[in-house]
């Protein structure tokens, strides 16, 4: 099949709100997660992590939740700054690198 | 720091030239490194997964003629376009497998490709 990039959803907040991005993954041996901020023009960065024996993990201004149940990851960000506004991936573990078809562009608006 | 890097961070080329791009991991070694397309507001596109020491593999719909990779040891890999067009401007971004406690995948900044 054609090798189609999928344009990304977009979620606009106001600066000093919380925001919430999802994601869903389908493999359920995956056992590790993490979320990559990505900024324009510049390679995806590492944010936080969890392990699938937890369902929530907390960073600096960063909250992950893990629904197992439902295969479903949440990344809560704290006080939304402009320096924010990027891409945001989530990935489970294995090997192979995953196409990053789930992924958020989060704008902030001051 | 960064653990993994590109070069050049950013290419201007005339079409129909070819051009090459590494990516290095710094402080660990990595048998296996990914490349990645992107385009302006899409998502990251896996291209290949080049492998230290064999042949790389490659995702359906891209041409293994057109994009060459080599893995010669276990801290490079290098991508090169071939013959390049207008149409392969676009971001291109490598990533390495970092094992530990856990595997995580540590991203090179990327390089921006505008052929002419």
């Known amino acids: 099949g054609e090798n189609v990039g999928l344009h990304l959803p977009t979620l606009s907040v106001q600066e000093g709100d919380n925001s919430i991005i999802n994601c869903a993954y389908s493999n359920s041996a995956s056992d590790y997660f993490i979320w990559y901020k990505q900024e324009s023009g510049k390679g995806p960065q590492f944010i936080i992590d969890i392990r699938s024996n937890m369902d929530k993990r907390q960073g600096q201004r960063v909250t992950v939740l893990l629904n197992k149940t439902v295969k479903h990851l949440s990344l809560q960000i704290a006080a939304t700054q402009p320096g924010d506004s990027a891409v945001y991936f989530c990935?489970?573990?294995?090997?192979?690198?995953?196409?990053f078809g789930s992924g958020t562009r989060l704008q902030v608006q001051p | 720091g960064a653990v993994v890097s590109q070069h050049p961070s950013w290419v201007i080329c005339k079409s129909g030239t070819s051009v090459k791009i590494e990516c290095r991991s710094l402080d660990f070694q990595a048998t296996t490194m990914f490349w990645y397309r992107q385009f302006p507001k899409q998502s990251l596109m896996l291209m290949a997964t080049?492998?230290?020491?064999?042949?790389?593999?490659?995702e359906q719909g891209v041409e293994k003629d057109k994009f060459l990779i080599n893995h010669a040891s276990l801290t490079l890999s290098t991508l090169t376009v071939t013959s390049a067009h207008p149409e392969d401007s676009s971001f291109y971004i490598c990533?390495?497998?970092?094992?530990?406690?856990?595997?995580?995948?540590?991203f090179g900044p990327g390089t921006r490709l505008l052929v002419l």
């Open positions: 080049s492998n230290e020491g064999s042949k790389a593999t490659y």
């Open positions: 990533s390495a497998p970092r094992t530990g406690v856990e595997e995580t995948q540590y």
């Open positions: 990935r489970g573990t294995g090997r192979r690198a995953l196409t």
